[in-house]
């Protein structure tokens, strides 16, 4: 169901464009650069483990695509992403902050200080490193396109999941004020705010076993009646990083079938 090939979307759409995108190994990050690549984007993927993202790279023409290791905590790395990117295509317009982390669904008492500590530094310390320098070459541009992976959990959180719903909440947050200060430089920043996909994650997220009656209770609270897919936020992105959503900016956008109603 509803996978991007199966889709009828307009070829091209980033033709000429260049982006980053972090966490692109797997899940959301994985088809958030599959689609850009085959819509026309030259992609940079930056991830801690970059093997999934080099096999999709020898998909495409070399040069096209680019799989790189990279820590969104360090700032090093990001400057080192930038002058590649740079030195390669030239310019960059895209930013897709993707890299994100959780823990298990448990009592909020006893998640413990380095689960809370990583969830801020992967979740909201990486956006704060990008926006540190990348931003400064968008507004030399005086362009640019900032795309933060959030959660449905940001405006509707879950019980067991309180410090990584409300990383997330900093991250929608921040969205709008960057948004905001940015604005008037041609730089539109916008999130996506997923539900659960059906990946693995569901017992670790949901916070009970993944079983055919637990997904049906999960179900019952969202309209459209079936879990996220990766496809679901790649093409929603891909939207937002197109002409088409030129005159869009500081929005929190839900792709979750209903589930934040």
């Known amino acids: ?17 260049v982006a980053l995108v972090t966490g692109g190994s797997s899940g959301f990050g994985h088809a958030i650069s599959s689609v850009f690549a085959a819509q026309g984007a030259r992609v940079y993927i930056g991830d801690m483990n970059p093997d999934g993202a080099q096999k999709l790279a020898a998909q495409y023409p070399e040069g096209n695509v680019i799989a790189r290791a990279m820590n969104v905590t360090k700032r090093e790395d990001w400057n080192a ?13 895209i930013l897709i902050n993707n890299a994100g982390t959780s823990y298990k669904n448990k009592p ?46 940001a405006s509707r959180p879950r019980q067991g999941l309180v410090w990584y719903n409300a990383s997330k909440g900093a991250v929608s947050n921040a969205t709008k004020g960057l948004a905001l200060e940015f604005g008037p430089h041609q730089i539109r920043v916008n999130s996506i705010c997923p539900l659960l996909t059906g990946t693995g ?14 997904r049906q209770k999960f179900l019952s609270n969202v309209p ?38």
């Open 81 to 93: 992403a930038l002058k590649e990117i740079l030195e390669t295509w030239g310019k960059l317009d």
């Open 108 to 153: 909020t008492v006893d998640v413990t200080e380095d689960e809370y500590k990583r969830c801020f530094d992967v979740n909201c310390f990486g956006i704060f490193h990008s926006v540190a320098v990348v931003f400064p070459e968008f507004v030399k541009q005086k362009s640019g396109i900032c795309v933060n992976i959030s959660s449905c959990g």
């Open 201 to 214: 994650l569901f017992e670790s997220f949901a916070g009970v076993p993944d079983t055919p009656e637990n």
């Open 224 to 261: 459209l009646g079936r879990l996220g897919e990766v496809d679901d936020v790649a093409n929603a992105t891909l939207f937002l990083c197109t002409d088409a959503a030129k005159f869009i900016t500081g929005v929190n956008l839900d792709v979750d079938g209903g589930r934040t109603i």
């Open 1 to 17: 169901m509803g996978s991007y090939a199966e889709i009828n979307i307009p070829q091209g759409q980033l033709a000429g464009r």
